[in-house]
């Protein structure tokens, strides 16, 4: 099983700052990264798929990168609405595996 | 528009069984792959089951042998049928499809069906 790390755990920043999360998978799973927002009492968004394609409804500030087994999910500058969990995902393997989430949180 | 609407979820004893459904309209259920999400009340999200277009199965250990994942493309719906039921199944059910362009990533998710396994 691909085991994905994300860190940090918990992000607080403020409205305006940048925001750099990590996601580390155990082994290659080559751009087959997915990223989601969720907050609370709502369904995952899909916010990035295959590693660099911003999904539909999210904003420029948004951005993914990297491939094999290093992932990094930018927000350039934090809108009130961006404080969310985020949890990256794999779909290498047939039934792909989720991160563990890290909470971007107002300071 | 795309549209996922599960149903199905309650309360249930260990050692139940129960069926959740997931009835999309705005495409075909057997036009991509699709999958059953959970999540344990505060806690992260783990992808128990997945079914592709050509009918391909795959479970999560945790639920290999007690859950089974399939589509009736007549009723455009996707089922998870749940069996030997644990208090660690306690979870919100989401159903999600595959995306129609990109190899990673669900585009569209349910709100979620609740299962409650309490004695």
């Known amino acids: 099983e691909i085991v994905l790390t994300q860190s940090p755990a918990t992000l607080s920043l403020s409205p305006g700052e940048r925001a750099t999360l990590s996601c580390r998978a155990s082994?290659?799973?080559?751009?087959?990264l997915a990223w989601y927002q969720q907050k609370p009492g709502q369904a995952p968004r899909l916010l990035i798929y295959?590693?660099?394609n911003r999904a539909t409804g999210f904003p420029p500030r948004f951005s993914g990168s990297g491939s094999g087994t290093d992932f990094t999910l930018t927000i350039s500058s934090l809108e009130p609405e961006d404080f969310a969990v985020y949890y990256c995902?794999?779909?290498?393997?047939?039934?792909?595996?989720f991160g563990q989430g890290t909470k971007v949180e107002i300071k | 528009d795309v549209q996922l609407v599960e149903s199905g979820g309650g309360l249930i004893q260990p050692g139940g069984s129960l069926r959740l459904s997931c009835a999309a309209s705005?495409?075909?259920?057997?036009?991509?792959?699709m999958s059953w999400v959970r999540q344990a009340p505060g806690k992260g999200l783990e992808c128990v089951s997945v079914?592709?277009?050509?009918?391909?199965?795959y479970y999560a250990d945790s639920v290999k042998g007690r859950f089974t994942i399939s589509r009736d493309g007549s009723k455009n719906t996707l089922y998870l049928q749940m069996n030997s039921l644990t208090v660690d199944d306690t979870a919100l059910y989401y159903c999600?499809?595959?995306?129609?362009?990109?190899?990673?990533?669900?585009?569209?998710w349910g709100q979620g069906a609740l299962v409650t396994v309490s004695s």
């Open positions: 999600a499809r595959g995306h129609m362009v990109g190899t990673a990533g669900f585009e569209y």
């Open positions: 705005g495409f075909t259920v057997g036009s991509n792959y």
């Open positions: 079914i592709y277009s050509g009918g391909s199965t």
């Open positions: 082994q290659s799973v080559s751009n087959y």
């Open positions: 295959d590693a660099s």
């Open positions: 995902q794999q779909r290498y393997t047939w039934l792909g595996t």
